[in-house]
T-cell receptor, first 114, second 112 residues
Framework: EAGVTQFPSHSVIEKGQTVTLRCDPI?????LYWYRRVMGKEIKFLLH????????ESGMPNNRFLAERTGGTYSTLKVQPAELEDSGVYFC????????????FGPGTRLTVT | QKEVEQNSGPLSVPEGAIASLNCTYS??????FFWYRQYSGKSPELIMS????GDKEDGRFTAQLNKASQYVSLLIRDSQPSDSATYLC????????????FGTGTRLKVLA
């Protein structure tokens, strides 16, 4: 069974540009989560999809971030326009049901905004 | 006060010893607790989950939960150099959602 995959693994963009990150969850997992780790800080929750619906987007930092999950399969996270403080590692995780059981993480996308 | 706190380390232990990793949390209503292992540049990997007070053992790993004292710990017996990684404590708080609240992680070094 393939795990959670993310693309790209690393992105370097200039301030003001747009970047789109992609996450493919484990097949059959309705629940998809985005997290972000800024250097030196803990991993922080961004949002949670159940299928194509946003269940919880309380962690999204501002309206420069837009997450979508059309069709309830893969998800994209777009940052537009990117700012320096957006640099960090963006993780995606998925789980089969929304429960207190474990989430499975992808390898992350390292975003560097210069 | 952070919601989930861990000592960042590094925690160094000799090969074969017991490594003890600790985590405290602030929300007394928290119900679910997880330990993840993360090698540098890799994804966090779930190694243990615990929901009830007491100990839960899985191979060389034992998770311990004490809700009264609001701490959860991870013991690694017979530590191996391959156990060297960052160990992340994650908590699901009772907010009606299932988001993890993470600690900053403890870096473990097992010395051969």
């Amino acid at each position: 069974e393939a795990g959670v995959t993310q693309f790209p693994s690393h992105s370097v963009i200039e301030k003001g540009q747009t970047v789109t990150l992609r996450c493919d969850p484990i097949s059959g997992h309705d629940n998809l989560y985005w997290y972000r780790r800024v250097m030196g800080k803990e991993i922080k929750f961004l949002l949670h999809f159940v299928k194509e619906s946003k269940q919880d987007e309380s962690g999204m930092p501002n309206n420069r971030f837009l997450a979508e999950r059309t069709g309830g399969t893969y998800s994209t996270l777009k940052v537009q326009p990117a700012e320096l403080e957006d640099s960090g590692v963006y993780f995606c995780a998925s789980s089969q049901i929304a429960s207190v059981r474990g989430q499975y993480f992808g390898p992350g996308t390292r975003l560097t905004v210069t | 006060q952070k919601e989930v706190e861990q000592n960042s380390g590094p925690l160094s232990v000799p090969e074969g010893a017991i490594a003890s990793l600790n985590c405290t949390y602030s929300d007394r209503g928290s119900q679910s607790f997880f330990w993840y292992r993360q090698y540098s540049g890799k994804s966090p990997e779930l190694i243990m989950s615990i929901y009830s007070n007491g100990d839960k053992e899985d191979g060389r790993f034992t998770a311990q939960l004490n809700k009264a004292s609001q701490y959860v710990s991870l013991l690694i017996r017979d530590s191996q150099p391959s156990d060297s990684a960052t160990y992340l404590c994650a908590v699901i708080i009772t907010s009606g959602t299932y988001k993890y609240i993470f600690g900053t992680g403890t870096r473990l070094k097992v010395l051969a």
